[in-house]
């Protein structure tokens, strides 16, 4: 029998679907490695080429993030008129398990490992079952290494992703990952993760950490970084921006070939940090801290949300200055979303302040709660002046036109969001 993993595109004309830079779920590489050897696998990605539907496939499938949920269901839909028989997984599907059923014969919620081989079973067996959810979080020394061979010719652009935690200690209100991975910090064996490395880096030698919050454990991040340490790979992933205060993790990091971090900053207003249950962020330290990352090779992507109940107008001009002047190699400004199963989206719902649920404006790109500060508009309209502003070219020049290691990476990565921005229709 063979099944078809299948990921759905992001909106055109949106900023996620018009990047260039783009690399496929590795979820997807997960449930392949666990699924049974009988099984023939294949998979294709939506958003890089345009979905064939005269498939083999016995069994379709499904894995989405919100903005994508609106897709999936339209594939999940024409593949079930030809007869087939559609699954779906997922951030959403697991939040909205019976909205996915009026489009899918069965849902996974939460991990899939463990509940897979038991639906591939149930199916074969002819007994497939609506729902799976396994009984509890698997064990993550019994993870095994992902089924990257699935991503051959499927034209992406980088396909070396690799995950050595789950879970994250905090639980930030607006975040939709504890919900999904729990707050338990889980950690693949150091030996298994370097194992696996040793394989990647015969393929390319920049590898990207899907983790969360890599450096949550240092008793784990200090060896793991250890042994990575002369590889030769050039790294990136997910911290928190007090990263910087433990030296001795931070210069480790950056001698294991660490050249980028997805930084969370959130906020440069300390209550509304307070507000979203970003803990460990101290606003009046973020300057220095960005610094810290620098002189230690690594740059930073950092990620600002925009329409917290703190932010007024004056909020766009005031991040667009402090990211100039922090120098951050690139950054992000997603709007305020209260995606299911957050607990901001339960405050905003008892508050009556949610405006839309039409999932493809669950991009981060576009307004869908009523804000406190300002108006929609101006929210809408502040988020699009502060992408083209950020990434305009004299931006540009005054952040990474100095030499420094990690502009091997952030140079193409400021170009391919000028690009995608420039591409993009005007918000509504």
């Known amino acids: 029998m063979k099944i078809l993993f299948l990921s759905p595109g992001w909106p055109k004309g949106r900023l996620w679907g018009e990047l260039g830079f783009k690399f496929p779920t590795l979820s997807l590489a997960a449930l392949a490695a666990v699924t049974p050897p009988e099984w023939e696998v294949a998979f294709h990605d939506d958003a890089i080429r345009q979905t ?3 498939t083999d496939a016995d069994l379709i ?5 919100t903005a994508q949920a609106t897709r999936a269901y339209q594939l999940a839909d024409a593949f079930r008129a030809q007869g087939k028989t559609v699954v779906m997984g997922g951030f959403h599907a697991s939040n909205l398990p019976d909205e996915a059923l009026q489009h899918v014969d069965s849902v996974v919620v939460g991990e899939g490992e463990l509940a897979w081989p038991q639906l591939l079973a149930d199916f074969q067996a002819g007994r497939l079952q609506r729902s799976y959810r396994a009984d509890g979080l698997i064990d993550t020394s019994l993870i095994p290494v992902a089924r990257r061979e699935i991503f051959k010719g499927s034209g992406h652009f980088f396909t070396n992703t690799i995950q050595t935690t789950r879970g994250c200690p905090f639980d930030c209100e607006f975040c939709s990952v504890t919900a999904f991975y729990g707050r338990k910090y889980r950690k693949r064996p150091v030996e298994q993760v370097l194992a696996e490395l040793e394989q990647l880096r015969k393929v390319n030698s920049f590898v990207f950490f899907v983790d969360d919050n890599i450096v949550a454990d240092r008793k784990y991040s200090l060896p793991l970084f250890a042994g990575m340490k002369g590889m030769g790979i050039k790294w990136l992933s997910h911290a928190p921006i007090d990263f910087a205060e433990d030296q ?3 210069k480790a990091a950056g001698e294991s070939g660490c050249v980028g971090m997805f930084v969370g900053f959130e906020s440069l207003n300390q209550e509304s940090l307070a507000a ?7 606003a009046d330290s973020f300057k220095a ?5 620098r002189d230690h090779g690594i740059g930073i992507l950092g990620s600002f949300v925009m329409g917290c109940d703190g932010d007024t107008p004056a909020v766009f001009e005031q991040t667009l200055r402090f990211c100039e002047d922090a120098r951050l190699e690139a950054a992000i400004f997603p709007i305020l979303t209260p995606y299911p199963g957050t607990a901001v989206r339960r405050r905003l719902e ?8 039409n999932w493809q404006d669950y991009d981060m790109e576009h307004v869908t709660f009523e804000p406190r500060g300002m108006s929609v508009q101006e929210l809408q309209d502040g988020y699009d002046q502060i992408c083209r502003s950020f990434y305009s070219l004299g931006s540009i020049w005054r952040r990474i036109g100095k030499l420094h290691r990690s502009v091997q990476v952030f140079g193409p990565m400021n170009i391919g969001f000028r690009s995608a921005i420039r591409r993009k229709r005007p918000s509504l």
Request: hydrophobic content about 45%.
């Open 61 to 65: 499938a499904l894995t989405a993030m």
């Open 289 to 293: 801290y960005a610094q810290q990352f």
């Open 52 to 54: 064939p539907f005269d």
């Open 350 to 357: 008892a508050e009556g302040r949610i405006i839309s649920n």
């Open 248 to 250: 001795e993790l931070l």
């Open 276 to 282: 979203m249950g970003k803990v460990t962020n101290r």
